[in-house]
């Protein structure tokens, strides 16, 4: 059995900056040596998400869109009166997308749709350096 | 260790259709042969999403209605405005409920509740032939 | 290999009632004696959700607002109308934020950011029991 954890880094400028991170992913699959099986993608943090979404830019405005509609910035947040750090907005919308996604891989590759790649959606309010975990479990091969 | 992947295939309205596919996974897991472990249930697209719910008549309802509220059909996406096909509220409304569930199996069986099935929600525009991807990981037995 | 079913147990008071779960993941990781893996944290149940924030007295004010404006208790809902539990925005609340989460475990200790903590949402009705599925899947070290 093969047990990896990778890490990718990345930067974002907030703001539901929406990321990329489908080549990243595959790259250190790769890396991980792993033939079949699965990967945990994780957001070590309480203000990043992670989705599939087809990445053109459309969708890139659409869902930053939606993310206002649903929890808007400028409402008053609790978390903002106790922290004033003006962002619990994103701390709200984070909880709701959620920090792990689950990817299965097969013959060396995610098995991820033509139209479909994994994204990070960074939720703060500011830029940020991003750190997320790739957790590979399953079967081995020489690492490449 | 037990690693398999499975497919299911199945046809969907589409307009937040929603599928119970539990009895399928189920039957995977017993052709899989897996015991004790994992199965990650994975949407590979970016139009249909994966949770669990009770599947009784009244939420098939009021899920699509919440869909509806949330994400309107007819308001204006620049997803449309790009292609012009008519289900930028598809990819939305896939991107916040997500494209992977992960469940455990104890002694052979899905470890879920009396009254909580796992389900596909077509997210699309349109009728669709789908397909669902299941990864076992875990220990295993002969298989049925 | 090491696969290792744990359960915790827990009160909650409903509606929206936000439980910290980590140090009993945490817990659990130790007791399985798992060094470098994955758990996946499972609710078995259609009225309860799992996600990760940063657990403080603001969020715990926000989230349920959140849960509230987007999910209206006092909405008519087919599933009250139905069965008549009360607790249709239970249901769809739960199915919106998810029954699994999956989180790496490396050097026997969960991935979680300084400030991000597990936690269970009690989204039903009413003050209930509650059980905690954790499925740790990984390489093993000596029972603590």
């Known amino acids: 059995m093969l047990v990896c954890k990778k890490e990718i880094r990345f930067d974002t400028e907030g703001e539901a900056h929406i990321i990329d991170i489908t080549s990243q992913v595959q ?16 957001v070590p943090g ?3 998400a992670v989705t599939t979404i087809e990445f053109e830019p459309g969708l890139l405005k659409d869902i930053p869109d939606a993310l206002e509609r649903l ?4 409402m008053t947040y609790e978390h903002h009166l106790k922290w004033h750090d003006g962002n619990g907005h994103s701390h709200v919308r984070a909880a709701f997308l959620g920090a792990s996604l689950t990817v ?8 991820l749709g033509t139209w479909q790649q994994i994204v990070f959606i960074d939720m703060d309010a500011r830029a940020r350096k ?3 975990i ?11």
Chains 1, 2, 3 share one sequence.
């Open 27 to 42: 790259e250190m699959a790769s890396e991980a040596g792993i033939s079949n099986g699965m990967v945990c993608v994780f």
């Open 46 to 48: 309480s203000t990043g």
């Open 71 to 74: 929890f808007p910035k400028d």
């Open 104 to 111: 299965p891989i097969s013959d060396c590759k995610l098995t």
């Open 130 to 132: 991003r750190t997320v």
């Open 134 to 144: 790739l957790e590979f479990i399953g079967e081995g091969h020489e690492p490449a």
